[in-house]
């Protein structure tokens, strides 16, 4: 049996699009004399959905559009993910369901068993849990077929299991020879070598092939990388589709064999790919097709124009630099010099004379607060009024452009350079801000080399360095690191070697500022843990872990 993963970039709610896709993808797949196409978890109607599964109406789509699928696709078997409707008088209304159709026919339709609630999931919420685990006989196989969370309960791989059952043993016993899971598994660094490693021991421990297709694209701050794989029945892998790009691969199941797609090499590079696939999407799905970047000569407005311009395009991209009384000559320089190398208009828009006509109307309320932070945020207020009038003006989308270890510990202004429409690079931590821009400059020099060599600073007054008031980032991002995605303790992390008073600040200011990242525009997931909706802490409490 030829089979085809098509992973392909749903929006959500865009029903008519995303079936579009589905049946295009399908007379592909019939070109290559595939016999069956596996697309992705909930693909039908975008994953996630979230609270849009309240609305009876989405529910109706979403299985019209089915409907149409099964009336329309011939001559191949298609596995797809919908929502279904839970017929009982008990449980949850919904199920994350997929489906095999064939010819006009559904011959077996699965309830995803495990539904996470960890992170960015919220699953429980909405579906009620399947319970059925039987294979079924397709073509001479039988299929085992499961939904994303499903396959990650191995008892052998997971030190810790979170559910009391593993669908693909239950499968595997019902006498299943070729595992499929459709899943719409969001996308962090590492993560790929960590999922690659588990389904190659699923596919090594049962002795039979595996088949996974991803959802592949970016739907508000949560990314996918796709990546669909198939493993052979030895646990190699046979089949891979490329990462962060709609793909379609076949594998066949007679040689177990298949279509072997490049992927990102690094880290880094897999990193900046995520972030220009997430920039696009998220104007794209928005509406948006233009957008403006307000730009400093430093570092890191530098990398978000630079993601700008790839995943928009150059004539899509406005940059504006606001250079005040304290911006440094140099940065005059490097901000021109970077447009040029991006090829994008560059406007200059000095704000000395609005922040002295601010000064002189406040004079009677307080005086000699231009270089203290009353006068700082202003300034950064100031720039904030003018971005925004030209996102009014023409349309564009206006992005942010602090990164996470900034927005960790507070080093911001609300109202200020927070805001915008999409923060592309909040959970990027400075220490990688300078690997992407290093990985950008390493065939030709895009973002001058002065902006990456030059001490970090808001110049907000007169000789400001970020050192001035932060630890060096190198030990800042390890802190934060341990602190936001490892959870760990502060007494734990002095236990790692660093000072205590350091330690005690940056958790004070990580927890101190929780307030500010709950007004900040949606960012691009690409952590274990952003300051999206994936972690919710309070505003208002009282906890204190550190000791006086």
């Given at each position: 049996?030829?089979?085809?993963?098509?992973?392909?970039?749903?929006?959500?709610?865009?029903?008519?699009?995303?079936?579009?896709?589905?049946?295009?993808?399908?007379?592909?797949?019939?070109?290559?004399?595939?016999?069956?196409?596996?697309?992705?978890?909930?693909?039908?109607?975008?994953?996630?959905?979230?609270d849009?599964l309240?609305?009876?109406?989405?529910?109706?789509?979403n299985?019209?559009?089915?409907?149409?699928?099964?009336?329309?696709?011939?001559?191949?078997?298609?596995?797809?993910?919908?929502?279904?409707?839970?017929?009982?008088?008990?449980?949850?209304?919904?199920?994350?369901?997929?489906?095999?159709?064939?010819?006009?026919?559904?011959?077996?339709?699965?309830?995803?068993?495990?539904?996470?609630?960890?992170?960015?999931?919220d699953?429980?919420?909405?579906?009620?849990?399947?319970?059925?685990?039987?294979?079924?006989?397709?073509?001479?196989w039988?299929?085992?077929?499961?939904?994303?969370?499903?396959?990650?309960?191995?008892?052998?791989?997971?030190?810790?299991?979170?559910?009391?059952?593993?669908?693909?043993?239950?499968?595997?016993?019902?006498?299943?020879?070729l595992?499929?899971?459709?899943?719409?598994?969001?996308?962090?660094?590492?993560?790929?070598?960590?999922?690659?490693?588990?389904?190659?021991?699923?596919?090594?421990?049962?002795?039979?092939?595996?088949?996974?297709v991803?959802?592949?694209?970016?739907?508000?701050?949560?990314?996918?990388?796709?990546?669909?794989?198939?493993?052979?029945?030895?646990?190699?892998?046979?089949?891979?589709a490329?990462?962060?790009?709609?793909?379609?691969?076949?594998?066949?199941?007679?040689?177990?064999?298949?279509?072997?797609?490049?992927?990102?090499?690094?880290?880094?590079?897999?990193?900046?790919?995520?972030?220009?696939?997430?920039?696009?999407?998220?104007?794209?799905?928005?509406?948006?097709?233009?957008?403006?970047?307000?730009?400093?000569?430093?570092?890191?407005?530098?990398?978000?124009?630079?993601?700008?311009?790839?995943?928009?395009?150059?004539?899509?991209?406005?940059?504006?630099?606001?250079?005040?009384?304290?911006?440094?000559?140099?940065?005059?320089?490097?901000?021109?010099?970077?447009?040029?190398?991006?090829?994008?208009?560059?406007?200059?828009?000095?704000?000395?004379?609005?922040?002295?006509?601010?000064?002189?109307?406040?004079?009677?309320?307080?005086?000699?607060?231009?270089?203290?932070?009353?006068?700082?945020?202003?300034?950064?207020?100031?720039?904030?009024?003018?971005?925004?009038?030209?996102?009014?003006k023409?349309?564009?989308?206006?992005?942010?452009?602090?990164?996470?270890?900034?927005?960790?510990?507070?080093?911001c202004?609300?109202?200020?350079d927070?805001?915008?429409?999409?923060?592309?690079?909040?959970?990027?931590?400075?220490?990688?801000?300078?690997?992407?821009?290093?990985?950008?400059?390493?065939?030709?020099?895009?973002?001058?080399?002065?902006?990456?060599?030059?001490?970090?600073?808001?110049?907000?007054?007169?000789?400001?360095?970020?050192?001035?008031?932060?630890?060096?980032?190198?030990?800042?991002?390890?802190?934060?690191?341990?602190?936001?995605e490892?959870?760990?303790?502060?007494?734990?992390?002095?236990?790692?070697?660093?000072?205590?008073?350091?330690?005690?600040?940056?958790?004070?200011?990580?927890?101190?500022?929780?307030?500010?990242?709950?007004?900040?525009?949606?960012?691009?997931?690409?952590?274990?843990?952003?300051?999206?909706?994936?972690?919710?802490?309070?505003?208002?409490?009282?906890?204190?872990?550190?000791?006086?």
């Amino acid at each position: 049996m030829k089979i085809a993963l098509a992973q392909i970039n749903p929006t959500i709610g865009d029903f008519a699009l995303n079936t579009d896709k589905i049946m295009a993808a399908a007379e592909t797949a019939k070109g290559l004399s595939c016999d069956l196409i596996v697309f992705s978890e909930l693909v039908i109607s975008g994953y996630p959905p979230r609270d849009l599964l309240e609305k009876g109406e989405f529910i109706e789509a979403n299985l019209m559009h089915l409907q149409r699928l099964i009336n329309s696709v011939k001559g191949i078997g298609v596995i797809c993910g919908f929502v279904d409707r839970n017929p009982g008088k008990e449980g949850n209304p919904l199920y994350n369901s997929a489906v095999l159709f064939d010819n006009g026919k559904i011959l077996h339709q699965a309830h995803k068993r495990l539904l996470p609630t960890y992170d960015v999931f919220d699953e429980r919420r909405y579906f009620e849990p399947g319970t059925e685990y039987s294979a079924f006989l397709y073509k001479g196989w039988r299929i085992g077929l499961s939904i994303c969370e499903d396959i990650w309960n191995d008892k052998a791989f997971f030190s810790r299991r979170l559910y009391p059952v593993d669908p693909a043993e239950r499968m595997i016993k019902e006498g299943a020879n070729l595992l499929i899971n459709i899943a719409a598994s969001p996308y962090h660094v590492g993560k790929r070598e960590f999922k690659w490693d588990m389904l190659r021991d699923i596919a090594k421990k049962y002795k039979v092939p595996l088949i996974y297709v991803n959802q592949v694209g970016g739907n508000d701050s949560v990314l996918f990388d796709g990546i669909s794989l198939a493993f052979d029945s030895e646990a190699r892998m046979a089949a891979r589709a490329r990462d962060f790009e709609e793909d379609t691969v076949v594998f066949d199941t007679h040689g177990q064999k298949g279509d072997l797609h490049l992927v990102s090499r690094t880290d880094t590079e897999s990193l900046l790919n995520a972030l220009i696939m997430g920039t696009r999407d998220y104007v794209r799905k928005c509406g948006f097709s233009k957008a403006v970047v307000g730009v400093s000569g430093g570092i890191d407005s530098a990398l978000t124009a630079c993601i700008a311009v790839r995943a928009l395009g150059k004539e899509n991209v406005t940059a504006i630099f606001m250079p005040s009384q304290y911006t440094h000559k140099e940065n005059f320089e490097d901000t021109q010099e970077l447009a040029a190398n991006l090829g994008i208009k560059l406007f200059q828009l000095p704000i000395e004379g609005i922040f002295n006509n601010f000064l002189q109307e406040l004079s009677p309320l307080f005086k000699d607060v231009a270089t203290e932070v009353t006068g700082q945020n202003i300034q950064a207020r100031i720039r904030q009024i003018i971005l925004m009038a030209l996102s009014n003006k023409f349309g564009y989308l206006l992005f942010s452009t602090g990164n996470k270890s900034e927005l960790a510990v507070g080093y911001c202004t609300l109202y200020g350079d927070m805001g915008g429409g999409l923060a592309v690079i909040s959970d990027v931590p400075k220490t990688m801000v300078y690997r992407i821009a290093h990985l950008i400059n390493k065939k030709k020099e895009v973002i001058p080399e002065r902006i990456i060599q030059k001490s970090p600073s808001a110049e907000l007054k007169p000789g400001q360095l970020d050192n001035d008031d932060l630890p060096p980032y190198e030990v800042l991002d390890d802190i934060l690191k341990a602190y936001i995605e490892d959870n760990k303790a502060a007494e734990e992390i002095i236990g790692m070697g660093f000072e205590p008073s350091i330690v005690k600040d940056i958790v004070r200011r990580v927890d101190r500022n929780e307030y500010k990242r709950h007004q900040a525009p949606p960012g691009l997931k690409v952590t274990t843990k952003s300051f999206s909706y994936g972690r919710r802490y309070p505003i208002a409490q009282r906890y204190l872990p550190i000791p006086a």
